[in-house]
């Protein structure tokens, strides 16, 4: 899981694209200067299963994940916040 992260002088800003994910499917902390995300990301099937042909690809990356990124200054965890919308 990529991530982008910045000191935006008066805050630390923290950037990760998750296409396909609801903001309720994550679980964010913040530990001491560690930001901690967890979620899972489910398969939608919005398309019915193709049984035909020999062969079937799957590049999109499903299942449980959690990440801790050390932030690069002193936070105070509670003011910590986050948004999400299209995807990032």
Known sequence: MAVEVFDDNDRVVVRREAP????KEFDL?????VLIIKGEKRIHRIHKEHTEGYYHVKECAYGRFERAIELPDKVDSDKAQADYENGV
């Open 20 to 23: 396909g994910m609801d903001k």
């Open 29 to 33: 902390q913040v530990i001491d200067d």
